[in-house]
């Protein structure tokens, strides 16, 4: 992590508040109020003025360096899970447990814009994170081949936050192809326009569509519009694989459903030496 002499001059409402095993630059002003921990460079909150956060984040969660923070935004790359192969030790890649560094900050109008980097270089890839944040919310994940081939997986695996997730309905994926990883990963389609959880959820949809989430219980709806991906996963352990992460509270697990754009398995983007992709997402909240 930059030193505080070498981090760039923060624009009016943001700050860096450190402690909690991992420094928070933190945005507070008229229009939003936003976290971004350092450590993964992973957005844990967002709320624009008068609305209630958009993330879910435990209050379990671990923190500190090497540590995979359970909620907000993680960023998965360059792989998605165990890998393709499934030989990969350390599930989702190791973006989400790095520490970044804040390259520049501005604000534009009533958004703060933030761009942070991985602290350390890395021999395998460049990472860069550009994040927009005003009454919508604007993630961009840019990743940058060096001298080899990369075979790249990524995901935005954002833990959007819910009354209950068995209420919910969410659409956009309607006759969408999907893998069912509670299957084994068996092949499906999405028959009805509007999905509904009703157990374990841990789906691979070959969409990347706008999806909408209504949540009855709070009055609003999660509008998710991604982009540079051909993916969205939708996941959520239920009970019984719930209670056996001990980051997770005992009946927490429906406070949060996962909506996530990608770039997984057999839809992994070769990149070629020098070249970049961005995957990136839009949220906005209606009423």
């Known amino acids: 992590m930059s030193s505080p002499a070498d981090q760039p001059a923060l624009p009016a409402g943001a700050r860096v508040r450190p402690g909690g095993g991992r420094d928070v630059l933190v945005v507070d002003t008229q229009t939003v109020r936003a976290e971004v921990s ?3 460079g992973q957005l ?5 003025s008068g609305q209630e956060d958009l993330l879910w984040l435990s209050p379990l969660a671990r923190s500190g360096a090497g540590e995979a923070v359970r909620g907000g935004i993680p960023l998965v790359a360059p792989w998605f899970g165990p890998g393709r192969h499934g030989d990969r030790s350390i599930s989702h890649g190791w973006l989400r447990t790095a520490a970044w560094s804040v390259l520049a900050a501005g604000s534009e109008g009533e958004e703060i814009l933030l761009e942070l980097v991985p602290a350390r270089p890395s021999a395998e890839l ?19 081949a060096h001298d080899a081939p990369l ?7 954002t833990y959007l936050a819910v009354a209950d997730v068995r209420e919910i309905a969410i659409n956009g994926l309607g006759g969408a192809a999907f893998l069912d990883n509670t299957r084994e990963l068996a092949a ?4 009805e326009q509007t999905l ?10 070959d969409s990347a569509a706008q999806v909408t989430i209504t949540d009855p219980a709070t009055g609003r709806r999660i509008v998710s519009t991604p982009r540079g991906t051909a993916q969205t996963v939708v996941w959520n352990p239920w009970e019984r694989q719930a209670a056996q992460m001990d980051d997770i509270p005992d009946g927490a697990w429906p406070q949060f459903v996962c909506i996530e ?3 997984a398995k057999d839809r992994f983007l070769p990149l070629a030496p020098g070249q970049s992709h961005t995957i990136g997402v839009t949220y906005r909240l209606e009423s």
């Open 151 to 157: 075979e790249l997986e990524a995901a935005l695996h």
């Open 44 to 48: 844990i909150s967002w709320s624009p």
């Open 196 to 205: 509904r959880l009703t157990g374990p959820t841990d789906r691979i949809y």
């Open 261 to 263: 754009p990608a770039l």
């Open 188 to 191: 499906d389609v999405q028959g």
């Open 126 to 144: 460049g990472a860069h994170l550009t994040l927009r944040l005003g009454t919508e919310l604007s993630v961009d994940l840019t990743i940058t």
């Open 38 to 40: 350092l450590d993964g």
